[in-house]
């Protein structure tokens, strides 16, 4: 299991995802993280429950009011920082939280390092993430 919290609105959004990441930590706590929409995608993670990731947010830049934020229990991977969600994709413009298992990640993931994908984590999200990247886009004008 796995949690996940998303806010748009007014207030900071830092504060309400960390507030609803508390209240489903017993969903996973072997790491946390949070994505936050501001002056760019900027993605904030730690190995542990809740309250580490709270330590290490102290003295970010963290003014935004769009971002989500996701408990981890591993599935893939071990609990450490690299593996805690969110992803980013290899641009850093988008990122990506799931909950389950991709069965067939490793031969997604062997395609895409064929067509030169790097990972920096050993999990089926990012694999997901690279995958969507990765889909052609034909755009008719």
């Known amino acids: 299991m796995c949690g996940i919290v998303a806010y748009v609105g007014p207030r900071q959004a830092h504060e309400v ?25 900027n993605i904030y993670k730690k190995k542990g429950k809740v309250s580490e990731l709270e330590s290490f947010l102290k003295g970010q830049t963290l003014d935004s009011h769009i971002g989500m934020g996701h408990t981890r229990w591993a599935t893939h991977g071990e609990p450490n920082d690299e593996n805690a969600h969110p992803h980013y994709s290899a641009t850093k413009k988008l990122a990506i939280i799931h909950n389950g298992i991709i069965e ?32 052609p886009v034909n755009v008719t004008t």
């Open 104 to 135: 067939n990640y490793s031969s997604l993931k062997q395609d895409l390092l064929r067509k030169g994908h790097t990972f920096l984590s050993e999990t089926d999200t990012e694999v997901f993430i690279h995958f969507i990247v990765d889909i």
């Open 17 to 41: 995802i960390i507030k609803g990441l508390k209240r489903l930590e017993y969903r996973g706590y072997d790491s946390t993280g949070i994505a936050l929409l501001n002056g760019g995608l």
